[in-house]
């Protein structure tokens, strides 16, 4: 199961939109957008009175694809995703082209401000339905049902004294937020791994607990997301105003099954502690998140079918501002009655013309690679 993009709107589904009351709750995009939008809503008016509010995406030109700006790689193909493991070395400062850099117990970063999730998948399931097989498996959380009755990631134990300061305040603060809970371990428990951070391209620390040893025995589900050149090669047509949502601690929002939480064990400074919700790295975290990020995807195709979502990331896109503003007033209604929270720093939450996106610059004339997106490939191929 993957995300497709493409394929026209029927008559009947534009009329759904028409049910959006002006009036109905409060729109946070009006607190939200900046002042040089002023030019935008002017824009928007006019095109409103000369083609109307139920103007339709068009549909006959191919959206190109523009050269990227230094050489990478050449387009990718569909591959079934393989889970983030990060390296299991013991060292400071080992590299994961996936993660980045381990965080030294000596270096000074920012630590996370977690909230408390207020979302589980019965209730995500009233506003975005979910598969009724998933749905009914994932009703009370996600189970989790490892092959082998014992897993130990190596070298657990044998730290499970150490500490440092950054790790006691990551901790600190998912204990806070009841993402984890401590557990009591009379003897060494059949699951256990160990934590360390990475530091991520904000420069804050993002904890991952070490299931490497568990992998092997939790066999994710093969799906399959796009590449980039993929969303696009469906021929999104030029000139379309776009907006982007980035989650907050998506993986957080799936609560796991108790029966299954002690699989999620992991030992620090001679505590065990287990994740009340799906932590980073365990092998099918990528899979469940897709599969709910799919019902919100399936919810925004009924008014559009410009849009593309990557685990924690969506674009939108239509070429009527007036109709793409309303959209993201529905959708950002809905995400807040299941508790999923919006990055507001990271999201675009108003009609633009030119964005970034998954290491691409969206515009309305093409895409092209970030020169960022394309140093860093450069220098994963010299490696």
């Known amino acids: 199961m993957f995300v497709e993009s493409g394929g026209l709107i029927g008559e009947g589904q534009q009329e759904d939109y028409s049910e959006i009351d002006p009036a109905e709750l409060h729109n946070p995009l009006d607190d939200l957008e900046p002042e040089q939008n002023s030019d935008l809503i002017e824009e928007v008016l006019t095109e409103e009175g000369t083609h109307g509010a139920n103007s339709t995406s068009p549909h006959n030109s191919p959206r190109p694809i523009t050269p990227p700006l230094i050489p990478v790689l050449p387009p990718q193909i569909t591959t079934d995703h393989s889970p983030e493991t990060p390296v299991t070395d013991s ?15 000596a270096e000074d970063v920012v630590i996370e401000n977690y909230y408390k999730p207020a979302t589980n998948i019965r209730d995500f399931n009233e506003e975005f339905p979910v598969p009724k097989n998933l749905f009914n498996k994932w009703k009370d959380g996600v189970r989790i049902w490892p092959k082998k009755q014992c897993v130990r990631t190596a070298h657990a134990l044998e730290n499970k004294d150490k500490r440092d300061l950054n790790r006691d305040k990551v901790v600190k603060a998912l204990l806070d937020a009841e993402i984890i809970q401590e557990t009591v ?10 934590l360390f951070l990475v530091l991520k391209a904000n420069k804050k620390a993002r904890p991952i607990v070490d299931y490497s040893a568990l992998t ?8 399959k997301l796009k590449s980039l050149f993929q969303v696009v090669n469906k021929k999104w047509p030029p000139k379309l105003f776009y907006s982007k949502i980035d989650f907050s601690q998506a993986f957080f929002n799936i609560n ?25 790295g365990l092998s099918i975290a990528p899979y469940v998140q897709q599969q709910l990020l799919n019902c919100i995807i399936k919810f925004i195709k009924k008014f559009t079918p410009y849009t593309y979502g990557h685990l924690d990331d ?13 959209i993201l007033k529905k959708l950002l209604v809905k995400l807040n009655k299941v508790g999923w929270q919006v990055n507001y720093k990271k999201s675009v939450l108003y009609p633009s013309k030119s964005l970034e996106f998954l290491g691409a610059k969206w515009t309305d004339t093409g895409v092209e690679r970030t020169i960022e997106a394309s140093k860093s490939i450069a220098s994963l191929i010299k490696e």
């Open 256 to 280: 796991l099954h108790p029966n299954s939480k002690h699989v999620t064990t992991f030992v620090y400074n001679g505590k065990y502690y287990v994740f009340n919700r799906m932590p980073f």
């Open 216 to 223: 092997e025995y939790l066999k994710a589900p093969k799906f």
């Open 91 to 105: 060292g400071i400062g080992d590299f994961s082209p996936q993660r980045g850099l381990r965080v030294s117990p």
């Open 314 to 326: 969506i674009i939108i896109g239509h070429s009527n501002p007036k109709i793409l503003r309303k």
């Open 185 to 194: 371990c009379n003897k060494p428990p059949r699951y256990c791994a160990s």
